[in-house]
């Protein structure tokens, strides 16, 4: 597995593009998310879509042509707002948060771990504009889910994968081993664990974690790992 080398001096750049920036707020600016960017692995920055709208009531929805329930996001703010981003830089990845995306994953989000400089659209309502989507010029380069179910909107979504892409940059968790043996890293799950007190309501910690041995203990955990990941996700194993 490749973690990124982070060039000094230049974070990982994320864009995040949406039409209710509150609710990004408050993820962003809290423990290793928040940490990240301080310590300048990471820079999240925040764009309000209405700030792309230009008429008086800075409509960023209308009804479906057609008909149907809920609103779609107008294509106008949306190109407005990346273009306006792609002129000051070059962006590796522009993603469209949506359910019918490619499925995201550990692989995935150690690929983009490894980028300088990403965009995230996060769909509302009743989705985007389908033009968006097709537009020739490729304004969209990737579409990701982050499961099979549908949220209000992609702002969660977009705070699951920054989260999972930003604590794979060296430095933003506290152990840089930890990121390396997370579940699915080898595709496998993580091994359980414990911390004191070494006897909890009649409940032991097993005896080789305390033994001091860390060949014994790397080897119960490479066990461990095998029978979690035969147990709950037969799937990996295949
Ligand atoms: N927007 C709505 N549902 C979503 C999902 N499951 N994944 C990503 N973006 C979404």
Not at 16 to 28: G, Q, R, T
Not at 77 to 103: H, K, M, N, W
Not at 157 to 163: C, G, R, S, Y
Request: charged share 30%; glycine share 8%.
């Amino acid at each position: 597995m490749s973690l990124r080398i982070a060039p000094k001096g230049q974070p990982l750049r994320i864009d995040i593009l949406s039409a209710v920036p509150k609710l990004l707020e408050s993820p962003l600016s809290e423990s290793i998310l928040a940490r990240a960017q301080k310590k300048k692995l990471a820079e999240i920055v925040v764009h309000d879509l209405r700030a792309f709208t230009h008429d008086k009531h800075r409509t960023l929805d209308e009804p479906p042509y057609g008909g149907g329930a809920g609103m779609i996001l107008k294509p106008e703010p949306i190109f407005e707002c990346i273009e306006s981003l792609q002129a000051q830089r070059a962006y590796d990845e522009v993603i469209y948060a949506t359910a019918d995306g490619e499925p995201f994953n550990q692989k995935i989000a150690n690929e983009l771990s490894l980028k300088a400089n990403l965009i995230i659209l996060c769909g509302h309502y009743k989705g985007i504009d389908e033009r968006v989507r097709s537009f020739e010029g490729e304004l969209i380069t990737r579409e990701l889910s982050i499961g099979d179910y549908v949220l209000t909107g992609g702002e969660l979504a977009a705070l699951v994968i920054t989260d999972a892409v930003v604590r794979l940059i060296p430095g933003a968790i506290g152990d840089g081993e930890s990121a390396l043996s997370d579940s699915f890293q080898d595709g496998m799950l993580d091994a359980p664990y414990y911390t004191r007190p070494p006897e909890f309501r009649g409940m032991k910690v097993p005896e080789v974690l305390l033994s001091g041995n860390h060949k014994e203990i790397a080897e119960w955990r490479d066990v461990q790992r095998q029978k979690r990941t035969r147990e709950r996700r037969k799937d990996l194993m295949e």
